[in-house]
């Protein structure tokens, strides 16, 4: 399983004041050599005027909450999470990760609960991804991992439990609230932690007879 490395990398900004000068120092180097006729001069300050352009390509930003996961030809190399403009190698791709907290309705689910009585039932997830490289690499498509995944902890929740208790101090999907709650926020959690999200809250939101 792959997991998270932090990735530091230089200010961009620095970077491109270093980029800017060395790019205005080859380019009058270039004119004078041409103006000489000095062809080594000219030829390499082209070919720095080139490589600083590459240079350039390695510029990318880091919003707040957000981090960029770095690959070399497909290699992890770590996820970058410092915010503002930053540089890395220009030969790293990049691909930006969402940090930050999201919900995700369910939809209404026709279930059996364990009575046998069909019933329809939704749920809300707050989730947020914690490993940038797990819900990168270790899933196809993590967002709508979490949908299935999420759906299918639904469905398996309501197969345990009746829609009413027909016993005192019996749970219940509809008087038991909390602790089925509790339940489904556990079971989802350990359906989505391959994925590096973290559930921070799962409730029923819907809930009637089919």
Known sequence: MIREQERRTASGLLMLGVFLIIMAVSIAGLVRAARAGDVFVAVLSAVVIVATILGLAGLFTVA??????????????????EEGLRWANPFFTKKRISLRVRNFESAHLKVNDTDGNPIEIAAIVVWRVMDTAEAV??????????????????????????????????????????????????????????????????????????
Do not use: C, M, W
Not at 181 to 199: F, H, P
């Open 137 to 210: 690499f270790e899933v196809d498509d993590y967002e709508h991992y979490v949908k299935v995944q999420t759906e299918s902890a639904v469905r398996n929740l309501a197969t345990h439990y009746p829609y009413d208790a027909h016993l005192e101090g019996h749970l219940s999907l509809r008087g038991s609230t909390d602790e089925v709650a509790k339940r489904l926020k556990s079971e989802i959690q350990d359906r989505l932690a391959k994925a590096g999200v973290e559930v921070s809250e799962a409730r029923i939101s819907h809930l009637a007879y089919a």
């Open 64 to 81: 707040p909450n957000q981090g960029q996961v770095l690959q070399l030809f497909g290699a992890y190399r770590g996820t970058a999470r």
